[in-house]
């Protein structure tokens, strides 16, 4: 378990991290956007009023462009892995940290939040250039029930000295009674916010962290509404003021367009922090954001599990839903087990997530690291008359492409871009290289000539 604090110096140390002094003329929110649209490093925002801030630790560079690092790079680091670790280990480790089957001995430890803040507005927390009130974002919701502690992501607003206005899932929400405590954390370990994606995308708000992977990784703490990681930036703890606010926000975290989310108004209690608190916090909406990639990673590692699970083997070699492409798209990497394989495998893929309606299906040897290699499997090895294969034009919307603005239905579509099992070998083209670009009688000379050349440089040598 890697502390936030801790998780930004070891970024520092790789050089992925940037720290800048805050603005009074450019919002942060700008900021963070146009450094994640070049694909530059995480940063830290350096305030004299309030917390600082950090941007683009949970998210990383576009896949379009040659760099060694990738998107999931940083959050690897945060884990506990090496910094380039493949993608399939970091989609293994997110799943572990979610329901395990068994209730786990929670580790415990001493609260790192023990100053008392007199205000949450003493916080500072940023607001946009379209906010009316400071946002909070990348938050971590925690309930109690009978059952244990219930965790889940949070966004809203601060509204006054002890007034929050906040949108969580509704499976929390549900646990809530009328006047229900609930306690908000925000710079926990990156262990902790992937956990409260996973169980938000996957439905199992439900299940008490307790019985989580996470429980094994990260220590925790009791607080007014649940457990918490013990190494929190800020607690928040709060009292539920009205279950059903009359505000609507037109900004929403990723997350919540796979899942039902519902507002609250809360009461503030109590505010504790660290002495040198920092806090990440995503530019909600833009693209590449932190939101974004939390909510891309969470649900691809559930899909990779799923998929792989149904047939009692594992053909799939990864899945990717791309930041890039706002989560609208699935990539999935397999080995065709039979004739129709792509079929059955892209509908148990449309069936388990509605953030996407197209379904990329390419070769088990191709890498996640290289998504230009990716899209131009789909030029190369899918004829648009043979191996793009669309619904009926009334399936069920999917909830994150942005060019379907009315709400109402359309086709989704699968590619088909490997190599059909069919085919005999002689069908496919061979891969170009080096030895296959020149004719024998050419490379022949070339060989020749630069064995010569060798020989030569050798005896004058001796």
């Known amino acids: 378990m890697i502390p936030f604090a801790q998780y930004l110096r070891g970024l520092a140390s790789d050089g992925d991290l940037v720290s800048i002094d805050e603005s009074a003329d450019v919002p942060p929110d700008v900021v963070a956007a146009e450094a994640l649209r070049a694909s530059g490093p995480a940063l830290r925002y350096r305030r004299a009023d309030g ?3 950090a941007s683009g630790t949970f998210s990383g560079p576009d896949q ?28 293994d480790t997110i799943t572990g940290l979610g329901p395990s089957g068994g209730d786990a001995d929670p580790t ?5 939040a023990s100053r008392t803040v007199d205000s949450v507005q003493d916080l500072n927390l940023p607001r946009g250039t379209e906010d009316v009130w400071p946002s909070l974002t990348l938050g971590v919701a925690s309930v109690s029930s009978s059952e244990g502690s219930h965790w889940a992501p949070i966004h809203g607003s601060v509204i006054s000295d002890d007034k929050l206005r906040v949108r969580t899932p509704a499976a929390l929400s549900s646990l809530l009674d009328d006047d229900g405590t609930l306690s908000i954390a925000l710079g926990v ?11 938000a995308v996957t439905g199992c708000v439900d299940v008490p962290v307790q019985a989580c992977g996470v429980a094994d990784d990260v220590p ?58 920092v806090i990440p916090f995503s530019p ?19 899909l990779y599990r799923r998929v792989n699970d149904y047939w009692g083997i594992s053909p799939i070699e990864w899945v990717l839903l791309p930041a890039e492409a706002e989560l609208g798209i699935c990539f999935v990497a397999t080995n065709i087990l039979y004739a129709g394989f792509e079929w059955q495998l892209t509908n148990l893929l449309f069936t388990f997530s509605s953030l996407f309606d197209t379904v990329i299906i390419v070769d088990e040897g191709v890498s996640p690291r290289d998504l230009g290699r990716v899209l131009g499997d789909i030029w190369v090895k899918a004829h ?7 619904s009926e034009p ?4 999917a909830k994150r492409p942005r060019y379907r603005r009315d709400g109402t239905t359309g086709a989704r579509l699968y590619v088909n871009a490997a190599w059909d099992p069919r085919w005999e070998d002689s069908y496919i083209a061979p891969r170009v290289s080096f030895e296959r670009s020149f004719p024998v009688s050419v490379r022949d000379a070339a060989r020749k000539t630069w064995n010569d050349r060798h020989d030569a440089a050798a005896g004058d040598g001796d």
Not at 189 to 199: D, I
Not at 297 to 302: F, I, M
Not at 394 to 397: F, R, T
């Open 189 to 199: 370990p990156p262990a902790a916010v992937a956990t409260a994606y996973l169980l």
């Open 394 to 397: 009334s399936a069920p919307a």
């Open 64 to 91: 379009m462009q040659r760099r060694e690092s990738k998107p999931w790079s940083r959050l690897a680091l945060g884990f506990g892995l090496n910094l380039d670790a493949s993608f399939v280990v970091v989609l």
């Open 108 to 112: 415990y430890a001493g609260q790192t």
């Open 51 to 53: 917390v600082d801030l």
């Open 284 to 302: 909600v909406g833009r693209p590449l954001a932190d939101d974004l990639q939390l909510t891309g990673l969470a649900t691809a590692a559930t």
């Open 384 to 390: 648009p008359s043979r191996d793009w294969i669309f």
């Open 220 to 277: 925790l703490v009791p607080t007014n509404g649940g457990l918490v990681p013990s190494a929190t930036e800020i607690v928040v703890e709060t009292t539920v003021a009205d279950r059903y606010p009359d505000f609507q926000s037109d900004r929403h975290e990723a997350w919540e367009y796979g899942v039902a989310s519902t507002p609250l108004s809360l009461s503030v209690e109590r505010v504790i922090a660290t002495d040198d608190p």
